[in-house]
């Protein structure tokens, strides 16, 4: 029940985030469903020298060289040997657009704001905090995954 003096006080709460959410190398996470584009059974990208080696390459998306991303190597996640990354989720953030190479998209996940707990503090390489927000669906822990953080620095890296 709304506050009949304040209405605007318990709408704040009530935010809801719509997320997007996939299997790497058996890890649950997600992303904002706002910054996918489409998802796409897997294509075989066309490697490019020099490249880091958490980038696969590039695919034709319809007359556009998109590149791909293999997230479990972006995010030094072991995947299992055999593991196929059978499907590419196109996203896009602040003007640039990217494949994440994941093992399979699981969900849409509607979540109260509420709900997503920042990660918390650990001492890591402070320049690779990819994980925004921590949640738990069906007793499962979900990251979230920061896409600027991720894409970051990759057109510096490539070049």
Avoid: W
Avoid at 18 to 30: I, K, P, W
Avoid at 56 to 69: E, S, T
């Amino acid at each position: 029940m709304s506050d009949p003096i304040n209405p605007q006080e318990n709408r704040a709460d009530d935010t809801v985030v719509e997320l997007l959410s996939f299997l790497v190398a058996g890890q649950d996470y997600c992303v904002d469903i706002m910054s996918v584009r489409e998802i796409r059974g897997g294509t075989r990208a066309t490697p490019l020298p020099h490249s880091p080696p958490y980038m696969r390459g590039v695919i034709n998306l319809r007359g556009a060289v998109l590149p791909i991303m293999d997230l479990s190597s972006r995010l030094e996640i072991a995947a299992a040997e055999d593991a196929p990354r059978s499907v590419i989720i196109v996203v896009s953030t602040k003007g640039r657009t990217m494949g994440l190479m994941v093992d399979a998209v699981s969900d849409i996940l509607a979540l109260p704001e509420a709900e997503l707990q920042p990660p918390p503090e650990m001492p890591a390489d402070s320049g690779r905090g990819f994980v925004s927000a921590l949640t738990i669906v069906n007793d499962r822990m979900i990251r979230v995954l920061d896409l600027d953080s991720v894409l970051s620095s990759i057109g510096e890296q490539a070049a």
